[in-house]
């Protein structure tokens, strides 16, 4: 109902995956980075983590972008599976016929063995990527483990990507997971976006949407980074909800009265709460600079705060 009064082709900050809005922030770029050199290697585990909303699937959507044609993917979106299940589950997203009615464990490993071997062979790569991985049990994570003892002389023949929540680097600190924890080959923990990344996030969402007007003032822009903590999907809401209340006073630009309105409508009110009171400087801080200055002053210093 508010896409003709700000010029918009469609809605800009729809909570829905769509690969049209992907945004790349500096900490998304590197993460990118550091995950593709670990896929670049010989084989075993990559390993991505992030707090809710902070952009998981946008990391891993460009690692598909970016695999080679001759390479496999294998995705697991349900993880909280038992060990036979999750072979099973693999053997389905590689194509691979079992006998559903007499599977074991040992029979779907020795079938996906002839499969990674046979693809190897052909000149292919394979990856098994496992969303939610913090749903995992133990015991099916050392399944994951055996299953990259299939190798060559030269590499590994399965690659696997565990995405998760902060939650799985807990897990993979467990005593009996240490063979595993020690084959992950790259890591990158997803932080929020920064204030400065907000800013260029929005306008880049109404961008790609058809507006490179001033729909958000600065102080609107920033005050969504207050409050949200620089999590995308949480943006994604306030902005969504500003950008109604905006066209429902028939105002043109979203102020940051507007943003704290929304942003109580759409968000959990002890989220808000938590967000609001961290941005606020206490006493340490405010005399903690103070002294900083002062200490900089006289010793012909200079800080970068």
């Not at 590994?156 to 807990?170: F, N, R, T, Y």
């Amino acid at each position: 109902m508010y896409l003709s009064y700000f010029g918009l082709s469609e809605k800009p900050f729809s909570i829905s995956p769509n690969p049209h809005y992907l945004f790349l922030s500096e900490r998304h770029k590197e993460a990118l980075a550091h995950l593709t050199y670990g896929l670049g290697e010989d084989g075993g585990f990559v390993l991505l983590t992030g707090e809710v909303g902070t952009g998981k699937t946008t990391i891993t959507r460009s690692i598909l972008e970016q695999l080679p044609q001759n390479t496999q993917v294998a995705m697991i979106h349900n993880p909280a599976l038992s060990e036979l299940e999750l072979l099973a589950s693999i053997c389905d997203e590689l194509n691979i016929t079992y006998d559903t009615q007499n599977a074991t464990l040992k029979s779907l490993t020795d079938i996906i063995k002839q499969h990674l071997e046979a693809n190897n062979k052909a000149g292919g790569h394979t990856i098994l990527i496992i969303d939610e991985a913090q749903l995992l049990a133990p015991d099916v994570l050392e399944q994951l483990r055996l299953l990259t003892n299939i190798e060559t002389d030269h590499k590994k023949l399965l690659q696997i990507v565990l995405v998760g929540q902060p939650e799985l680097q807990a897990l993979l600190k467990r005593t009996e997971l240490r063979q595993l924890a020690q084959r992950i080959t790259a890591r990158y923990h997803l932080l929020p976006l920064t204030q400065g990344q907000t800013v260029a996030y929005i306008k880049h969402r109404l961008h790609i949407a058809g507006c490179d007007k001033g729909v958000f003032s600065l102080d609107a822009m920033q005050t969504v980074h207050q409050l949200t903590g620089g999590i995308p999907r949480l943006m994604n809401l306030v902005c969504e909800r500003a950008l109604v209340g905006a066209f429902s006073k028939q105002q043109l630009i979203v102020d940051s009265d507007i943003i704290k309105k929304s942003a109580q409508e759409s968000l959990p009110m002890d989220f808000v709460a938590k967000q609001s009171d961290e941005s606020k400087p206490t006493g340490y801080t405010f005399y903690g600079l103070a002294f900083a200055a002062l200490f900089a002053a006289g010793v012909g210093l200079s800080f970068i705060i």
